[in-house]
């Protein structure tokens, strides 16, 4: 069982930048890979990025493209999202997500293929 803690979020005005952290509970961590997705109100689940259980490979939605980076420091047990330049668009609530597929050299995109799930933390970008 792993469990997943977010922090960071907060509100900041367009053009500015967050960093997200994701907290891993559990020693098979950096086994895993890892995502993190966002949801506005009255709108679906959405994937934001992923990256691989090495940290080796990375993977972004077009709309936060050159704007947002995922990291991850499996000696910390830990995944960040550093948030750039900002838009109101980004608003949302974001969650941290993990994939116990054993070393998978894939990144997952769509919200199925994760099984574990932090609570979220509210962003919100503000004109």
């Known amino acids: 069982q792993v469990q997943l803690v977010e922090s960071g979020g907060g509100l900041v005005q367009a053009g500015g930048s967050l960093r997200l952290s994701c907290a891993a509970s559990?020693?098979?961590?950096?086994?895993?890979?890892m995502g993190w997705f966002r949801q506005a109100p009255g709108k679906e689940r959405e994937f934001v990025a992923a990256?691989?259980?090495?940290?080796?490979?990375?993977y972004y939605a077009d709309s936060v493209k050159g704007r947002f980076t995922i990291s991850r420091d499996n000696a910390k047990n830990t995944v960040y999202l550093q948030m750039n330049s900002l838009k109101r668009e980004d608003t949302a609530v974001y969650y941290c997500?993990?994939?116990?597929?054993?070393?998978?050299?894939?990144?997952?995109?769509?919200?199925?293929?994760?099984?574990?799930w932090g609570q979220g933390t509210q962003v919100t970008v503000s004109s």
């Open positions: 990256i691989t259980w090495s940290g080796a490979n990375t």
């Open positions: 997500a993990a994939d116990r597929t054993y070393r998978s050299s894939y990144g997952p995109k769509r919200v199925y293929e994760y099984d574990y």
């Open positions: 559990g020693r098979t961590f950096s086994n895993y890979a």
